[in-house]
């Protein structure tokens, strides 16, 4: 019996997770999910990148993701991108990321967002010029 206790324990020790996940959709100025966006994290902490696409609905999704704040970026040709920062993934939660709206622009043009204490502040938008 003693030895059942053990091993249910011991099972029950390695089924638990430390990681997260994060999904989110895609969409335009009237509220259209974008196919084909490529959408980037990447871990603020460790600077770890990971990459993916927006499906046919706009949706996109990342597992098993390492807690801690992340960056997401979005981006479409025809689109300005856009950049939301401080996007806390903890572990074993899912962070539903609030949809990501591309406006008509260049990829020259960035919209950046802050996320702070779970509200969001729009800064200024940065534009690039190239010659």
């Known amino acids: 019996m003693i030895v059942l206790v053990s091993l249910m324990l011991a099972s029950s020790a390695f089924a638990q997770t430390t990681s ?77 990321v609030p949809a990501l709206r591309l406006e008509v622009g260049t990829l020259a043009e960035a919209v950046t967002v802050a996320a702070v204490g779970g509200r969001r502040f729009d800064l200024p938008m940065v534009c690039v010029w190239s010659p």
């Open 20 to 96: 997260g996940s994060m999904s989110g959709t895609v969409v335009d100025a009237q509220d259209q999910v974008v196919p084909g966006a490529d959408i980037v994290i990447t871990n603020e902490q460790t600077q770890e990148q990971r990459r993916t696409v927006t499906n046919a609905t706009g949706t996109f999704a990342f597992q098993a993701l390492q807690p801690g704040p992340y960056t997401i970026r979005a981006e479409l040709t025809g689109f300005r991108p856009i950049e939301i920062r401080n996007n806390q993934v903890l572990a074993n939660n899912r962070l539903a």
